[in-house]
């Protein structure tokens, strides 16, 4: 992987250059979906843990198409629903991962969250692939990269702090930023693993 990060970050930039009404339209929609079924009383937190899957699955199909240039439409955002026990025995399994690691310690969680940071990603390029292979590839291919994913998610920190002081609404360019960051991420790194 040869692609420094505040290139890729560039290249997120430039995609989102004239199309930032788009991404954000996009990112409000599965923000707002999501918070209104976590915040579902008595069942919010069993329905989050159904329904997160799918919806990561379209969120991260909807921005990876974007990153690529593909055109995309708000319905996109629901194609996870289409995968759906796929994507929610994927989501399942990968939060229980990452719990377990926790649970040793708050270092070896965040190395198994950035370890299975690809896998939404793996699914939304490829229909047929199962939770456990996707997982698995996911690892393979973070390996070696893992510092280099994190110090990316560094560079949002003081854009992230800004958007704090601006009651949460710069979140609303930030959040569609990194995701067109982390899909451009992907596919460098897809590439950079890719056999020869």
């Given at each position: 992987m040869k692609t420094e990060n505040k290139v890729l970050m560039r290249q997120a930039r430039e995609m989102l250059r004239g199309k930032w009404g788009h991404a954000i339209g996009a990112y409000l929609i599965y923000l707002v979906i999501a918070l209104l079924i976590g915040s579902t009383p008595l069942i919010g937190p069993v329905a989050s843990l159904?329904?997160?899957g799918p919806l990561m699955l379209g969120m991260v199909a909807f921005f990876l198409s974007f990153s690529r240039g593909q055109d995309t439409r708000f319905a996109d955002l629901f194609k996870g629903f289409e995968h759906f026990g796929r994507a929610m025995g994927t989501y399942l399994w990968m939060t229980l991962f990452i719990v377990l690691?926790?649970?040793l310690l708050i270092v070896p969680g965040i190395i198994a969250a950035i370890a299975y940071s690809q896998t939404f990603f793996l699914m939304a390029d490829d229909?047929?692939?199962?939770h456990r292979p996707a997982l698995k590839k996911s690892?393979?291919?973070?390996?070696?990269?893992?510092w280099k994913y994190f110090c990316l998610q560094l560079r949002f920190l003081g854009w992230a702090l800004l958007s704090?002081?601006?009651?949460?609404i710069g979140f609303?360019?930030?959040?569609?930023?990194?995701?067109?960051?982390f899909s451009k991420f992907y596919d460098d790194l897809k590439g950079a693993s890719a056999p020869a």
């Open positions: 159904i329904l997160s690691w926790t649970l229909a047929a692939i199962a690892r393979e291919m973070m390996y070696g990269y893992k704090i002081l601006t009651l949460g609303l360019w930030l959040l569609p930023y990194m995701q067109v960051s």
